[in-house]
């Protein structure tokens, strides 16, 4: 009997006290290859909007598309390990859905865009849901749901990574991850630019490993399944692990700043991108972040630059009338500051022609005058000579800006944020080898390192 393509996702697994969505959906998807399910594409890892308040870490979900012989079984046997493997009761409130057919109604693929820059409702999830024919299980709140919809209607088609994540051996983790600090410096370079934040250059700091208790080791990011793998044998890691996966994913491509957003109307939580002029000039807060107000035709709203980023410094030499663009995350306001834009990446487009204006030279001597009080004129301190009509005079100002992208430092970045090494290495599609689901990986993925 043929298979049945069958796409299962699920989120909100994990709560701040444990568990790991990743490594469920690791663990799931073994589950289902060691019981003949055929991999239609590599397990997918997708980041949603990164501004929802109630995420517990990165807005990670999971989809994983697979071909089997008897749904109904599989579906069982998700919705048991999705109830058994996670932490309800003490902050999750997972969401497992499924979609049987080869091909993703365009509403969950409108309602998956939508879940990347915008904050939707469980009610919205049950409705696409339902209307496209998903069977799914709550478990708590079951906000769960959005990020499984939300998850399975991204095909990424289009610009997409990969990540390796090498898991934890149950009895290790909480102990000390030996990762050897030359040996990630080695392989970043040797990898650059197809492998990207390993390694935070100006902090000197080992980015794959995570330093909490969960069951990731380490997670590798790059362009190809390969080169992301091939972080195994040159990191030459000591510890045995439970085994490792490499997913598919849209970290590093900006995908939640993809629409352009209008002041008029923004909304709080929400993600994308503003093209505005700077209005007020720049402002150090304590802490050394850097605000300051934008203006989009005719609206005006303060923008935010925090020092973690590395920005601020360019921020900070931004003058009234420069173009920019800004990929932003909206703030809430509350009773002491109105919304605020939180820049996530700076472009700047134009630089304005900056004046200081200072008192004119004295034609005499070539002093500097004095002013003699508002419309009285100016007159020269040492020779006394004295113009009664003179006015301040315009002198250009150097700026010590440049055109171009500013991103954050490494250490900085949000899941979703694309590194400056990825820009011009956008994917603009998802080759398809033959058979019949169009945007599937075709062919078993090696995915498990089992
Ligand atoms: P981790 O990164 O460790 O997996 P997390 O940050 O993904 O954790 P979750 O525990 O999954 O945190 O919580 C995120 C919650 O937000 C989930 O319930 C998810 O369904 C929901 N969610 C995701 N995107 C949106 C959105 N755009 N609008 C509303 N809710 C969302």
């Given at each position: 009997?043929?298979?049945?393509?069958?796409?299962?996702?699920?989120?909100?697994?994990?709560?701040?006290?444990?568990?790991?969505?990743?490594?469920?959906?690791?663990?799931?998807?073994?589950?289902?290859?060691?019981?003949?399910?055929?991999?239609?594409?590599?397990?997918?890892?997708?980041?949603?909007?990164?501004?929802?308040?109630?995420?517990?870490?990165?807005?990670?979900?999971?989809?994983?598309?697979?071909?089997?012989?008897?749904?109904?079984?599989?579906?069982?046997?998700?919705?048991?390990?999705v109830e058994q493997g996670s932490a309800i009761g003490s902050g999750a409130n997972p969401g497992v859905a499924f979609f049987q057919g080869s091909e993703i109604p365009d509403a969950l693929q409108q309602f998956s865009s939508a879940a990347m820059c915008d904050v939707l409702s469980r009610?919205?999830?049950?409705?696409?849901?339902?209307?496209?024919?998903?069977?799914?299980?709550?478990?708590?709140?079951?906000?769960?749901?959005?990020?499984?919809?939300?998850?399975?209607?991204?095909?990424?088609?289009?610009?997409?990574?990969?990540?390796?994540?090498?898991?934890?051996?149950?009895?290790?983790?909480?102990?000390?991850?030996?990762?050897?600090?030359?040996?990630?410096?080695?392989?970043?370079?040797?990898?650059?630019?197809?492998?990207?934040?390993?390694?935070?250059?100006?902090?000197?700091?080992?980015?794959?490993?995570?330093?909490?208790?969960?069951?990731?080791?380490?997670?590798?990011?790059?362009?190809?399944?390969?080169?992301?793998?091939?972080?195994?044998?040159?990191?030459?890691?000591?510890?045995?692990?439970?085994?490792?996966?490499?997913?598919?994913?849209?970290?590093?491509?900006?995908?939640?700043?993809?629409?352009?957003?209008?002041?008029?109307?923004?909304?709080?939580?929400?993600?994308?991108?503003?093209?505005?002029?700077?209005?007020?000039?720049?402002?150090?807060?304590?802490?050394?972040?850097?605000?300051?107000?934008?203006?989009?035709?005719?609206?005006?709203?303060?923008?935010?630059?925090?020092?973690?980023?590395?920005?601020?410094?360019?921020?900070?030499?931004?003058?009234?009338?420069?173009?920019?663009?800004?990929?932003?995350?909206?703030?809430?306001?509350?009773?002491?500051?109105?919304?605020?834009?939180?820049?996530?990446?700076?472009?700047?487009?134009?630089?304005?022609?900056?004046?200081?204006?200072?008192?004119?030279?004295?034609?005499?001597?070539?002093?500097?005058?004095?002013?003699?009080?508002?419309?009285?004129?100016?007159?020269?301190?040492?020779?006394?000579?004295?113009?009664?009509?003179?006015?301040?005079?315009?002198?250009?100002?150097?700026?010590?800006?440049?055109?171009?992208?500013?991103?954050?430092?490494?250490?900085?970045?949000?899941?979703?944020?694309?590194?400056?090494?990825?820009?011009?290495?956008?994917?603009?599609?998802?080759?398809?080898?033959?058979?019949?689901?169009?945007?599937?990986?075709?062919?078993?993925?090696?995915?498990?390192?089992?």
């Amino acid at each position: 009997m043929a298979g049945v393509p069958l796409h299962i996702a699920f989120d909100d697994t994990d709560s701040r006290l444990g568990r790991c969505t990743t490594h469920l959906a690791f663990k799931v998807a073994r589950q289902l290859k060691e019981s003949g399910a055929r991999l239609l594409d590599y397990p997918l890892l997708i980041r949603l909007n990164p501004n929802v308040p109630w995420k517990t870490r990165g807005n990670g979900a999971v989809c994983i598309r697979v071909s089997v012989k008897d749904p109904d079984k599989v579906m069982d046997f998700v919705t048991d390990a999705v109830e058994q493997g996670s932490a309800i009761g003490s902050g999750a409130n997972p969401g497992v859905a499924f979609f049987q057919g080869s091909e993703i109604p365009d509403a969950l693929q409108q309602f998956s865009s939508a879940a990347m820059c915008d904050v939707l409702s469980r009610k919205m999830a049950q409705k696409v849901a339902e209307s496209c024919g998903i069977r799914y299980h709550t478990f708590g709140n079951g906000q769960g749901l959005v990020g499984s919809v939300g998850a399975m209607g991204c095909l990424l088609k289009a610009d997409h990574t990969f990540e390796l994540i090498a898991y934890r051996k149950q009895e290790n983790c909480g102990s000390l991850r030996q990762v050897d600090e030359g040996r990630v410096i080695d392989f970043s370079k040797k990898t650059f630019p197809y492998t990207f934040n390993n390694y935070d250059q100006n902090h000197r700091r080992v980015l794959i490993a995570p330093h909490g208790p969960d069951p990731v080791f380490i997670g590798v990011r790059g362009e190809s399944p390969e080169i992301v793998s091939s972080c195994l044998p040159m990191l030459e890691i000591v510890e045995e692990l439970e085994g490792w996966t490499v997913f598919r994913s849209n970290q590093g491509t900006n995908m939640h700043l993809l629409n352009e957003l209008d002041l008029r109307c923004i909304k709080a939580y929400t993600a994308g991108f503003v093209r505005c002029r700077v209005k007020s000039a720049p402002y150090a807060m304590q802490g050394g972040h850097v605000l300051f107000t934008v203006e989009q035709q005719g609206s005006e709203m303060p923008a935010a630059v925090y020092e973690p980023t590395g920005l601020a410094n360019v921020a900070a030499s931004l003058e009234p009338g420069d173009l920019i663009e800004i990929g932003v995350g909206v703030r809430k306001g509350t009773t002491r500051h109105p919304k605020i834009l939180n820049i996530e990446y700076l472009n700047v487009l134009e630089i304005a022609s900056c004046y200081n204006l200072l008192n004119p030279v004295c034609k005499e001597c070539g002093k500097r005058m004095k002013s003699e009080g508002k419309n009285k004129g100016y007159q020269c301190d040492r020779c006394k000579h004295r113009e009664p009509n003179a006015q301040k005079i315009q002198v250009p100002k150097q700026r010590n800006l440049k055109t171009g992208l500013y991103v954050p430092t490494p250490k900085a970045h949000r899941h979703l944020t694309k590194p400056m090494q990825r820009y011009g290495l956008e994917k603009s599609d998802w080759k398809i080898a033959g058979g019949g689901f169009s945007g599937y990986y075709p062919i078993e993925p090696p995915i498990c390192g089992l």
